[in-house]
């Protein structure tokens, strides 16, 4: 006997997978939604806080903004905590690239990362993306998982914050 899947909630169930299981279901959803997360991830940040003992990390942007239409057009968001800055998103529209506006970025999320007692800073980019741009920044390469995607490959790299 295989899966059977809910018609009304893209939810598969397979029988085999659940046998001996009272209460629980195991459900394999194909088109998860955001309730789905976050039924995942607040008890995962709950026990994770708890047992670190420490705050969650918090949000920082540091934004692009255009001067005639008063718009934002790009910028870099991150996350400062437990020591560290994680950058999760960096963008430079076309038009601002090799104008120095990645490196301003970034130099005004590290103090931001040092006002906030972070260490270091943290990225992972694409091998199409920026990894010599981040290099260039004295980032440097700490990991790297090949062929992500098909022939390329995710890329970590850190900076430490703390001047000699």
């Given at each position: 006997m295989g899966a059977?899947?809910?018609e009304l909630t893209g939810e598969e169930f397979d029988p085999e997978v659940n046998q001996g299981l009272m209460n629980e279901k195991i459900l394999l959803s194909?088109?998860?939604?955001?309730?789905?997360?976050?039924?995942?991830l607040r008890p995962l940040k709950a026990f994770n806080e708890?047992?670190?003992?420490?705050?969650?990390?918090?949000?920082?942007a540091v934004l692009i903004r255009d001067r005639e239409q008063k718009r934002k057009v790009g910028g870099l968001w991150g996350l400062a905590g437990w020591g560290w800055f994680q950058i999760e998103l960096l963008f430079v529209p076309e038009n601002l690239r090799s104008q120095g506006w990645g490196r301003r970025l970034i130099e005004r999320a590290a103090c931001e990362a040092r006002e906030r007692?972070?260490?270091?800073?943290?990225?992972?980019?694409?091998?199409?993306?920026?990894?010599?741009?981040?290099?260039k920044m004295g980032f440097e390469m700490?990991?790297?998982?090949?062929?992500?995607?098909?022939?390329?490959s995710r890329v970590f790299l850190k900076k430490s914050l703390i001047e000699i």
């Open positions: 059977v899947l809910s194909k088109n998860p939604g955001v309730a789905d997360r976050l039924a995942i708890a047992a670190l003992d420490l705050p969650p990390p918090e949000a920082v007692d972070c260490h270091s800073m943290w990225v992972e980019t694409f091998s199409f993306q920026a990894v010599d741009f981040y290099k700490f990991g790297e998982l090949d062929n992500y995607p098909n022939g390329n």
